[in-house]
């Protein structure tokens, strides 16, 4: 398989030997800069400040981060290692609490660790295992691509939010995956994408991923979305997720929830696309999701320029829950799931779901 890029002539997240190397997307669209870290506590930092970002993307980068660790950690004995790495697999796990996929990749790092034997091993099995990871999900997203592609009848207008690339999975897309491939396999499509504020990654990736793609797309700010439902202009509304708990409840990018009640409202069907490295069985429902508080200054500033008055008190919730009644189907790379419920989810998934 071919790591980092789909043929778009970008390429989001590439392991290189000796660094990983991210497209920093803080600084699209404006440039195209790329970073080559080869320290963790980088790849930590960026995943902080969001240079790389969306739930499989980030459990990408964390695997990575981990096995770049294993590399420079000093020991004497497997035991030392040991106990040093388990501060490393704590740094990157307090990166970013909602995306279950971080916390999937870890876990598998950790059992890669117990595997190991000695510390030449275990360095081995951790880079097998990310990049292991790494190829999971771009299959995944491939499958979640083929499968979904079918929902969209001719000619459909489709509303999508926040940013479910290539940028945000390291592979096809979720959300976007789904048009991109859709697109792709000649159906007449067009997309419009909500700006998704504070942060922008509607208006700043993903436009910038769909004219890549060749995929018409309008940009509209986010409160515009009910009054377009309204007029009869989407035919449906397709968004990724962070973190799903058993009952199929979603948690995804903060102003999820209002447009699936918007699209419950007016008759659309409301879709979510995840890889099962999504899923989290440990949570009955959506209200065991820990939701990522960040600085009120994203919310006070655009672009970095002060858009409020000076000290003025800000919330910044990153995502909300979408319960699953509003969702009309789940597409996961192992199958669909129409009108998910901890049944129809258990169902397809059975107790594992990856
Ligand atoms: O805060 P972000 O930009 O990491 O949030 C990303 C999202 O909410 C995406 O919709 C989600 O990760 C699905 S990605 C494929």
Known sequence: ???????????????????????????????????????????????????????????????????????????????????????????????????????????????????????TTIRQALLEEALKIHGEEMEASRRIGELGSALFPQGAVILTHCNTGPLATGGYGTALGVIITAHRKGRDIRVIATETRPLLQGARLTTWELMKAGVPVSLVTDSMAGYLMKQGKIKCVIVGADRIAANGDTANKIGTYPLAVLARENRIPFYVAAPTSTFDFSLKSGDEIPIEERSPLEVTTLAGKPIAPPDIPALNPAFDITPHRYISAIITERGIITGPSARSVRSLLGKNPR
């Open 1 to 119: 398989m071919e790591y980092g890029g789909i043929g778009l002539g970008y390429d989001p997240i590439r392991w290189c030997g000796e660094s990983l190397r991210l497209i920093d997307q803080t600084r699209l669209p404006r440039k195209e800069v790329y970073l080559e870290l080869r320290d963790y506590r980088a790849v930590a930092r960026a995943i902080e400040t969001l240079k790389i970002r969306g739930a499989p993307a980030i459990g990408i980068a964390g695997a990575y981060a981990v096995a770049l660790a294993a590399r420079k950690i000093k020991a004497r004995s497997t035991a030392e290692f040991r106990r040093k790495l388990s501060r490393v697999f704590d740094r990157i796990a307090g990166t970013r609490p909602t995306a279950r996929n971080l916390f999937f990749a870890l876990e598998r790092l950790k059992k890669a660790a117990v595997s190991g034997k000695d510390i």
